[in-house]
């Protein structure tokens, strides 16, 4: 059970990450113009609408899980109310019985959610860089991480230039764009207008929760 959740019709997603077409549907709103978009799907537009709309049933809420540190899990919720639908990235500590929200990828988005560090650090294999990606936004990010993101496209997915296209990723980031991060006390912080990571947002983590979070995703 995963608290804020209870009610709602999750299913574990591990089906769909054998499925080439996932990886750039889960990608989605970092491909924002038509170089990108064809880079990703090809010739599989009509193919990945249809994933898309699976993935998007309202009956049917799949759940990707990343073990992270601290005993925390990243929960990687397809929230699919008719109407409000979004995909949310939460901070998940079944001891505590609690859930953070770290980042919601929709129309009113929030975050970045990690810093590239941090995804590094936590990102274990292919599936989980690219399942954890769209959290990020990273005004440092070095220069091996497209090499790593363009491996995992192409351990992943069929895409025929997955350099090019982890490149245009790193240069979207995202919703949100880029932010710039520092440690604030031992405590991991950020400047993004949009990120609950910010001390100065009014919607902001208290002081314990923003500890909480650094402490699991470093």
């Known amino acids: 059970m ?5 009610n709602d019709p999750l299913v574990e997603g591990d089906e769909y990450l054998d499925r080439p077409l996932f990886w750039p549907s889960h ?3 970092w491909l924002r113009d038509e170089k990108a978009q064809e880079l990703a799907f090809g010739a599989d537009w009509e193919a990945a609408e249809e994933l898309h ?3 998007g049933s309202a009956d049917r809420w799949p759940v990707f899980s ?12 397809y929230r699919n109310f008719e109407g409000d639908a979004g ?5 998940h500590d079944p001891a505590a019985g609690e859930a953070l929200l770290l980042a919601s990828d929709e129309g009113s988005f929030r975050g970045p959610g990690l810093s590239w560090r941090e995804l590094d650090g936590v990102a274990t294999d292919a599936r989980s860089l690219l399942l954890l990606l769209p959290m990020l936004g990273d005004a440092d990010v070095p220069l091996g991480a497209t090499d790593r993101v363009a491996a995992a496209l192409a351990e992943l997915t069929w895409v025929e230039e997955p350099e090019l296209l982890a490149g245009l990723l790193l240069d979207e980031q995202g919703q949100w764009g880029r932010a710039n991060w520092r440690e604030r006390d031992g405590v991991w912080i950020c400047d993004g207008a949009y990120s609950d ?15 909480k979070v650094s402490a699991a995703l470093n």
């Open 66 to 77: 990343v073990p992270v540190f601290s005993g925390c899990v990243i929960r990687v919720i």
């Open 197 to 211: 990571r910010c001390p100065h947002n009014g919607t902001s983590f208290i002081p314990e929760q923003l500890a």
């Open 27 to 29: 990608l989605g709103s």
């Open 87 to 91: 995909v949310d990235y939460v901070l």
């Open 53 to 55: 709309a699976e993935l």
């Open 2 to 6: 995963i608290p804020g959740f209870e």
